[in-house]
């Protein structure tokens, strides 16, 4: 079945790391992605990985994909507090034409 | 490059109403998203286009939710009659082509409707 699992609210302190976990169950997953939602905006792309891929970084961004176990997290370094948002995580199905499904969402406080 | 438009960016409506919301993909897009946002919840896909002809609409609730992309390029999407549970964020999103790394899809700000 499709289902794409993320815990609700983190919270931390600016300047340290966060991490956001995600748990999905389709195996035919071929892309990963995370996507940032501010307040009354639409979705931003931060980044992707591909399945066959374990780690993906992109400046603060890291990405880590443990496909044994189903498992994605984002890791946001020296986190400031302009990263406060719902962060989704979202699994591409290969076999529905790429469609993507999503997560319930992490919203992500950061606290001076 | 403009970005994804939608339009009314908010709309209150009785139930039993009728509501269109409008988008305009980003320029060259053949493929155009509709998703529903309820609040609390991530993304849910409606329907998706590509060019004018519908990919998959396996979750529109097709006795009161219709969407047309006529022409290829912009999309209408009506709610008819609307009810209580449809009040979210319908969110219209564009890639050049379907879905995976090499198509980023873009999403608008969304269209935020609340039925009372």
Known sequence: GEDVEQSLFLSVREGDSSVINCTYTDSSSTYLYWYKQEPGAGLQLLTYIFSNMDMKQDQRLTVLLNKKDKHLSLRIADTQTGDSAIYFCAESLYNQGGKLIFGQGTELSVKP | ?116
């Open chain 2, 1 to 116: 490059e403009a970005g994804v438009a939608q339009s009314p960016r908010y709309k209150i409506i009785e139930k039993r109403q009728s509501v269109a919301f409008w988008c305009n993909p980003i320029s060259g897009h053949a493929t155009l998203y509709w998703y529903q946002q309820i609040l609390g919840q991530g993304p849910k896909l409606l329907i998706q286009f590509q060019n004018n002809g519908v990919v998959d609409d396996s979750q529109l609730p097709k006795d009161r939710f219709s969407a047309e992309r006529l022409k290829g390029v912009d999309s209408t999407l009506k709610i008819q009659p609307a009810k209580l549970e449809d009040s979210a964020v319908y969110l219209c999103a564009s890639s050049l082509v379907g879905t995976g790394a090499g198509n980023t899809i873009y999403f608008g700000e969304g269209s935020w409707l609340t039925v009372v």
